[in-house]
């Protein structure tokens, strides 16, 4: 019987494995696997929702305002559900509106650990009230909200101008908590209001007449009039009886099938809806992630865009399809305004988006703000959430980089990687053994290609069995890695959440003896099928996992790792092979007795933050951590880097990433990359070059490859596709300085790295829906050539009488251009903005650490107005000493009057360096009769200097002063 058992698991893991694989192979997603709109019920009743016709009115009369916020109760007029709604006023022109049933079955589930701290508030003063309407003023009554009782519905203003509407449309729709009714005397006893006091204690259990005590308080404070209770507790009309009756058995109500898998609902129907009304705006962005256009496109007539964390394998492009991860923040920008809504739900959502007139839905109170005109551009928003309560932040901008220092004040900003982390990464599924890795890093140092870190994906471990090697494969991890650091390298090895279950790993046991598993409905361990066959699930939610899967990173838990191995989360959606859409079933529970439904989308993130947790701890808080991940929610950011998901090797696969990572960078993740030559199928050698000449501008730069494809190490290409490859991952290393010194900028104000060209040009309507080129920050712009055998490409340089020099020519254009451009294979557009000066280090060597002590070369492009500016941010690239201690040099570079001047840019800093600048190169300069540098102590010193009058470069070599230092160089 024993061996009979073992053959039928070795067949049942065999029929897996051939499964999975069929999965990852396939030639496209399959997308009967993943629901519509139609096919999720929540959804498909939301978008029901006629509009125009909201059920909702707002009690005035229970209006009352506290130091925080204000709250008044909402009323459903149909089912009679009352609700609360809280307004806050936050600083920095943000407001945020919750709404939540005022007396919930049990709790519902509000978002935990994203918001950085309680967001600081600001009074909210009543401006104005009648009887149908009050108007509440913050951020010093710049800005008014208008409550509007009958229908329900808040508009916010400043000054004339209406900014945004919320509920406008009337398609708020909140599904309260309730128990399934079983007997006709029951659905009697719930509608017939005037009859509830004399029978609540007939048919109500002792549990629900027992009420929270924060609930009672609220309530007390909250009680609305004698004539407007009145008004509530009318009971509806047959008709309106039998029609909530009717659907409280709607079909998906109280349990729901997909394909072979049935979710069950406890307490029935819970989604929340809400739709919010932009005029005056027509582009949209955000919401990642999406395989899809930088500009949201409207949804009418298809599906929403949805946000449900999903192992999407092989995604299509150009749809709405959910992937690995959601960010649920959208941004609306025009050429006066940019604002923001941040959802912050962790269910199941959807976005519808369409477009109207803010004609067609203003009252009479907004009429002045039209001014005569017909009609004016409106963009809508629905958001749509199975479960939660609403909780949404407006931002109000007004530019661009106030929503990223808005949005970064609630969820945190990027966390400064490591300098290494931005260099180059080689990677594969799978790296064989420990002399596969060997002869892979010999040969980048034979082929003189830098990279800084070496991948190890899931064949390593034991069995897949994470935090574990194969002891035939990877007998000596620990030389391994102390191979590499000798040459200033590191390793990043694969744990994923799914743990193999197995009596004799260590992991699963303690996991399990802990009760840290997340459970069925039926309160046993929750199982599915991974990659190691029958896998345990761990509750990242609960906080108590999360510290005890931190400890196991520790060196002397983790055997065989060490200083220089860093960690990838993959899987972590988290992928169930055999579950509803290849994830958990939403009748799950976690340790807090909610369900998985309403954490779905948070799971990514508390696994990332684990690990990322797990590595500071094992340095005792000094060293910053590397952990990369697949799943992500509002707030990774403040964890590490994301990429773009199983890719494929196809040129519009290259063309998607950059609006994906864009997207991510306008949602506060700027650490994005994608799979540099494609993960599924195998590239051209034209499509490789491209790729790696794309993905040398992008913020995480990885190549990474599917087990199957064959292997795509730059030099098995021939040698001319090699010299190709190595040119561009030398030029992402000659600009680490800048890439550095933006990082420290998003760490410090959120903004991005990666940049949509409408952030730095906002008033210039032709970058709106531009997503085949980007910024670096606000100096460099990049057009990667994304069309196979292409001969030439359409460059847009904006800004009227902007300077524009082509980094490789140095030749200079001037906008507003359509600038045509001819390219070879070795070409990649890239042009440095006048009036920016840009840090480089040109002594490439084989990582980035042993380029710590290089000196710098400055590229000085000088606008119209012969000036121009930039800054470097100087640390031991690895610590959090930055912080702590304030090792850092940050440097300011000021060029005008024809003199460069080298500031410090914070006296908090100090750090001692051996770095010093080796070169200055002006572009757009005159011929000078002399150049000198005077230092801090006065002494002067004569340089040598060349002028190329055809491209008005001015090179100055050997300033050789430390560049921590103030000096100043005159050009006479």
């Not at 990223?404 to 990027?414: A, M, N, P, R």
């Not at 490859?725 to 420290?744: G, V």
């Amino acid at each position: 019987m024993a061996s009979l058992a073992v053959v039928m698991l070795s067949l049942r893991w065999i029929v897996l494995t051939w499964l999975t694989l069929c999965i990852i192979t396939t030639e496209a997603v399959d997308r009967s696997n993943f629901k519509t709109c139609e096919q999720s019920a929540f959804c498909k009743r939301q978008r029901n929702i006629k509009p125009e016709n909201s059920p909702y009115r707002a009690l005035l009369n229970s209006l009352v305002v506290t130091e925080k916020n204000v709250k008044l109760q909402l009323i459903n007029e149909v089912n009679k559900v009352p609700l609360l709604l809280e307004v806050y006023g936050l600083q920095a022109n943000m407001t945020r509106i919750k709404i939540n049933e005022l007396n919930p079955l049990k709790p519902r589930y509000e978002v935990q650990d994203v918001l950085i701290q309680d967001p600081p508030t600001v009074p909210l003063t009543i401006m104005g009230k009648d009887e149908g309407s009050v108007e509440l003023g913050f951020g010093n009554n710049l800005y008014k909200l208008i409550i509007t009782s009958k229908p329900f519905r808040m508009d916010i203003m400043t000054g004339n101008e209406l900014l945004l509407s919320i509920n406008s449309r009337g398609l708020m729709m909140f599904e309260h908590l309730r128990k399934r009714k079983d007997s006709y005397t029951e659905k009697i006893s719930s509608t017939v209001g005037s009859m509830w006091s004399k029978i609540k204690n007939v048919f109500i259990s002792e549990e629900k007449k027992t009420e929270d005590v924060e609930n009672e308080e609220v309530r007390e404070e909250n009680q609305p009039s004698d004539e407007e209770t009145q008004q509530v507790e009318q009971p509806e009309d047959k008709d309106s009886v039998k029609e909530s009756e009717e659907k409280d058995d709607e079909a998906g109500m109280w349990e729901e099938t997909f394909k072979t898998h049935t979710d069950s609902k406890p307490n029935g129907p819970s989604s929340v809806g809400l739709d919010f009304s932009l005029p005056g705006f027509e582009h949209v962005y955000g919401i990642p992630e999406h395989a899809d256009n930088l500009k949201l496109k409207t949804t009418d007539g298809g599906d929403p865009y949805r946000l449900y964390n999903l192992d999407v394998f092989q995604y299509e492009i150009s749809n709405p399809m959910a992937l690995y991860g959601a960010v649920p923040l959208l941004l609306a920008h025009n050429i006066r305004r940019t604002l923001g809504i941040f959802w912050l739900n962790a269910a199941e959502t959807w976005v519808d988006i369409s477009s109207n007139t803010a004609g067609k839905t203003l009252f009479g109170k907004m009429l002045d703000y039209v001014q005569g005109a017909n009609e004016i551009p409106q963009t809508d928003v629905h958001w749509i959430s199975e479960s939660g309560i609403i909780d949404v932040f407006v931002l109000l901008g007004p530019s661009p980089f106030h929503v990223f220092k808005q949005y970064s004040s609630l969820t945190g900003t990027q966390a400064l990687p490591p300098l290494f982390a931005i260099g180059y990464h080689q990677c594969r599924w799978n790296y064989n053994d420990e002399d596969d890795v060997q002869s892979v890093d010999s040969g980048f140092d034979e082929h003189d290609i830098p990279y800084d870190v070496i991948w190890l994906d899931i064949e390593h471990t034991d069995g897949k069995r994470y935090f574990t090697w194969d002891p035939n494969k990877f007998p000596n991890p620990k030389d391994m890695l102390q191979k590499l650091a000798s040459k200033k390298r590191k390793m990043v090895s694969i744990v994923d959440p799914h743990i193999k279950i197995d009596s004799g790993y260590r992991i699963h046991t303690t996991i399990q003896s802990r009760n840290f598993y997340i459970k069925t409905k039926d309160g046993s361990d929750y199982e599915g099928w991974c990659w190691p066959g029958s896998a345990g699930y761990p509750d990242f939610t609960n906080p108590e996992m999360r510290s005890w899967w931190a400890s196991m990173f520790a060196h002397d838990q983790y055997e065989g790792s060490m200083d220089n191995l860093y960690t990838w989360n993959d899987m972590n959606e988290p992928s169930v092979f055999n579950g509803p859409e290849v994830t958990m079933h939403k009748d799950a529970v976690h340790i807090s007795g909610f369900e998985h439904r309403d954490v779905h989308n948070l799971y990514a993130f508390y696994v990332q933050m684990a690990t990322a947790d797990g590595q500071i701890q094992r340095s005792a808080g000094t060293e910053r951590p590397f952990v990369l991940t697949r799943g992500f929610f509002a707030g990774s950011q403040r964890y590490g880097a994301v990429w773009t998901g199983d890719n494929s090797a196809e040129w519009d696969h290259l063309k998607v990433s950059l609006p994906m990572c864009l997207s991510l960078g306008l949602a506060g993740i700027s650490f994005c990359g994608a799979d540099v030559g494609g993960f599924f199928k195998h590239p051209s050698a034209e499509l490789l070059v491209r790729w790696y000449q794309a993905g040398a501008y992008q913020p995480f730069f990885r190549a990474h490859a599917h087990l199957d494809t064959p292997r795509r190490e730059p030099w098995l290409f021939g040698e001319d596709n090699k010299q190709l490859i190595r040119a561009a991952i030398r030029e992402r290393y000659a600009l680490l300085p800048f890439w550095y010194t933006f990082f420290y900028h998003a760490y410090r104000t959120g903004e991005p790295v990666m940049r949509a060209m409408w952030v730095e040009f906002p008033d210039d309507v032709n970058t709106f829906s531009l997503d085949d080129q980007y910024m670096l920050g606000n100096a460099l712009l990049i057009r990667p050539v994304l069309e196979q055998e292409a001969r030439g490409v359409q460059v847009y340089l904006p800004g009227k009488g902007q300077f524009w020099y082509d980094v490789h020519s140095h030749q200079k254009h001037t906008g507003s251009l359509n600038l045509y451009v001819p390219v070879t294979i070795s070409t990649i557009p890239v042009y440095q903005r006048g009036g920016t000066i840009i840090p480089r280090k040109e002594r490439v060597r084989r990582s980035s650490s042993c380029m710590q002590n290089d000196p710098y070369t400055l590229y000085v492009a000088l606008n119209a107005q012969n000036a121009a500016e930039g800054d470097l941010f100087v640390d031991d690239g690895h610590t959090f000493n930055f912080e702590k201690r304030k090792e850092y040099v940050h440097r300011k570079f000021i060029f005008v009057n024809n003199s460069l001047s080298s500031r410090c840019a914070d006296p908090n800093g100090h750090y001692n360096t051996a770095a010093w600048i080796e070169r200055v190169l002006v572009l757009g300069a005159r011929r000078p009769s002399s150049v000198v540098i005077k230092l801090s102590d006065g002494s002067e010193l004569s340089l040598d200097f060349e002028h190329n009058a055809e491209t008005s470069v001015l090179t100055i070599r050997k300033p050789a002063v430390n560049i921590a230092v103030d000096w100043t160089l005159y050009i006479r």
